[in-house]
């Protein structure tokens, strides 16, 4: 199953918060209906209503959180109309940044 993750981290003081997002075995272009996370991601994350597949986080604190989202390898497919024509799939990717966010914004991840 391929695999989609994001970290998002905030640190002005101790005690620091960390929260990883997945695609909660969602496949496919909606990717997950059920969420299963657990402690403050279960309170802060919701599937959208209006765009199946992604997720709304609320933000907890006001600040500068760090992001770092990691996009799973693509597998191996066949050329439309050909049976033995294959061409390899990507390698994946690691994106990091840094945002200022407000207190109970929501954001969303996992649109195109």
């Given at each position: 199953?391929?695999?989609l993750t994001l970290h998002l981290y905030f640190c002005s003081f101790p005690?620091?918060?960390v929260r990883v997002l997945t695609n909660n075995g969602g496949v496919g272009r909606y990717g997950p209906s059920i969420l299963k996370y657990q402690g403050d991601l279960k309170q802060e994350v919701k599937v959208s209503s209006q765009h199946p597949g992604i997720q709304l986080?609320?933000?907890p604190v006001s600040g500068l959180w760090s992001i770092e989202a990691r996009g799973a390898s693509g597998a191996d497919g066949i050329l439309v109309g050909s049976s033995g024509n294959r061409k390899r799939g990507g390698y994946g990717a690691t994106v990091k940044g840094s945002s200022a966010v407000q207190r109970q914004s929501a954001?969303?991840?996992g649109r195109p």
């Open positions: 199953m391929k695999k005690p620091c918060k986080w609320t933000i954001e969303d991840f």
